[in-house]
């Protein structure tokens, strides 16, 4: 039998290098064609967009070509025959055409869809029988766009590079002890090569990436199908599956029942107040003991003395919730008013969707828009999030440029990273312009450790290990507002406060669907904008935050939200609702009564206030609820128009107007 010349470790790289190229290409070709819509994106921009799309290149490439780089490093002999080469040359030449194919053809399906084609799209036109019509009239309509993909495919064939035929007389192999030796450590090697391609690095601190991950090269979210390419949107979201279709209303009477674009009634001049928003990580409702007072007989004293004093000088809420379970949830919710419904948006293959976020309607404005985080900078996407609906600057772990700080874990230790919070505020301050700037903390979280030097007792042990981190975390909130009260720019501030979901629990009252989604939301004004207040009447959520925070600064122009301003001052106009969803059982909260949504049908009824337990569904006595008609087309409404919004890229108020 005939063998090679050209080692196939070789030429597996080469014609990896050339299908790199080639990728690279169509991408430069998918902003062309699609130059409308990028009409401010400038050539340093696309520098920025083309390093970071490599890595979706070659993430996507190393799906395709695993098999292939596997065959061709296998350390086997046989890989060196002709016959075995000409296997490897077809799979690899076939599975590379079909990757071109649907990376060019999605230039002309972006026109639609507004983002990259996702594996959604096999579910929602899996039963379209003119696909082929389609396809055949868009080959007229997009010639161009044929035009290329034909030729990146001819030149993917023509270029491939090809074993050379071994002279008979040529030497054989190296000694078998040598090639056994030296192969297998190739294959090694090229194995770890591929893993780190796949996930786009090697940092073990960082997720593999997602699409959200590509925002990070990107000044707007749609920028960011330019970064990405079709290959790996679908294998990443291959194993998903995509919304179903909700149809409780035609789509023309949807906005009638429930409408997320907001109008706004303030006429007044717009104040341009500094704003604070502080996420503190797991802080349940049920650790602070503000808002547990009668518990164990009136003698719980909760875990957070300072956070306590401060909600009594506070514009609260006795009943406020998150919108999700977890951390990628909250900021979705708290800036952009997009709720978890069913899974994460941040995580979902509509993460790439465009949205219309606090920081970007703030810095229209001219505010200074910037978010803090103590852990790695590739840390659950954050900084691609951020950046995608307005944050201009990111301060990570990197920006804080001291690991002696680090926790071991997870990031900076609360009360140093606090204090750097703090001093930037006050560097940002002196740029003369307002400013929203974001805290996520980090040191309320598993493993509950809290520094070294604080072992000596000074923040006791409570029924969970969660509660010694907890009081760690009031302690370094207590220091970060004894810095910044004494800053000029203090009391024309608006802090807000609000946990990012609940953490481990101990107390029964909150062991249950009401408990799960309870923490504490509260403004606070130093310079008295708003009144001391525990309001037991409305209920706040964190999509309400952004609604609530326009109206207090009389921000005059439409935007888009699921949650509401908590102080519309039209009753008949103000509708006084929740909305969450843990795992596909929706619930929707309306004054004191909480109903469950499970598959599409009513599935619980609860007074929670009177039983917050939640031990006794009154789904038989539905007919003891006038109420129940509103509560059922709201929650309808709602995740209709959440679904449609998702699969439709229609979460602006642009977009609504243009459909």
Known sequence: MENIRRQPVLIMAVNFAFAMLLYMAERWFFFWMNHATFQDVTFSDMMTICGGGLRFDISALCYLNILCIAMQTIPAKFRDRVGYQRVVKYIYLVINTIGIFINVADVVYFDFGGRRTTATFFSEFGNENNIGKILLQSVTQYWPVWIFGVASIFLLWKCYYNPIKRNKHADDYATNGVYYTVHPLIFVLAMALAIGGLRGGYDLKMHPIRQDSADI??????????????????????HKTGYKNLEFYPSEQLETVFNPVHQSSDTATMRKPNIVVILMESFSREYVGYFNKDLDSGKFEGYTPFLDSLLGQSYCFVNSFANGIRSVDCMPGVFAGIPRYIEPYCYYFYSNNTLQGLPEMLGEEGYHCAFFHGAPNTTLGFKGFTNSIGFSEYYGMDEFNDDSEFDGTWSIWDEPFFQYFARESDRIAKNGKPFLLTIFSASSHNPFKVPEKYDDGRFPEGTIPMHKAVRYADYSLKKYFEAVSQYDWYKNTIFVFTADHTGPGSRDEYANEYGKFRIPIFFYTPGGQLPAKCDSARLMQQM??????????GYDKPYFSYGKNVFEQD????????????????????????IEYKNEALSGIFDYQKDCKLQNNLIDRHNDFPQLPFMESQIKAIMQSYVEGMKQNTLTTQSRTAK
């Open 217 to 238: 090269y990107c000044k707007k979210p749609v920028q960011a199908a330019i970064v990405l390419n079709t290959p790996f949107t679908i294998i990443t979201t291959i």
């Open 571 to 594: 009753s008949a106009k103000y509708v006084n609702y929740v909305f969450n969803d843990l795992n596909g059982q929706t619930m929707y909260y309306l004054d004191t009564l909480m």
């Open 544 to 553: 309400d935050i952004t609604p609530t925070l326009l109206s207090m600064i």
